[in-house]
Structure formats: C-alpha cells, structure tokens
C-alpha cells in the first residue's frame, strides 16, 4: 500500500507542509537535516527533531494497529 504521509509544523509566520510516501521516510528526516543546516532558513534543528519525532509516533500508532 502506497499511502502518503503528511506533517506539517508552523513556526511563526512561515509553515512547512512535508508529504512523503509511506516507507520514505529515511527519505524525508535527510531532507530536515538540509533544511537545518542551511543557516538562509529560519528551519533548525529543533524544527528537524520535532518532525522526526512525529515521524516516530505515527510509526509507532502505524505498529500498534498491524500487531496484535
């Protein structure tokens, strides 16, 4: 199944909309990490570890529901 993923975070007046494929997400945390590491963008990385660490709940509520 090819479900498509979204998180979202507002930081002040900007906000960012990632979207990304189930199994993808190795994909999307490098994606955070070049967003935090270039200092042009208001996105850090605290920004990058909150969404990994929504990332990882949803994971693990996906987890929850396919084991018994």
């Known amino acids: 199944m090819d479900f498509v993923r979204q998180l979202s975070l507002v930081k002040g007046e900007e906000r ?13 945390i490098s994606v955070f990490a070049e967003m935090a590491a270039d200092v042009e963008r208001d996105f850090d ?15 693990e509520m996906d987890l929850e529901e396919v084991l018994p």
Do not use: K, P
């Open 16 to 28: 960012y909309v990632f979207r990304y494929q189930a199994g993808r997400e190795a994909d999307i």
């Open 45 to 59: 990385w605290f920004d990058a570890a909150v969404l990994s660490y929504q990332m990882g709940r949803r994971l």
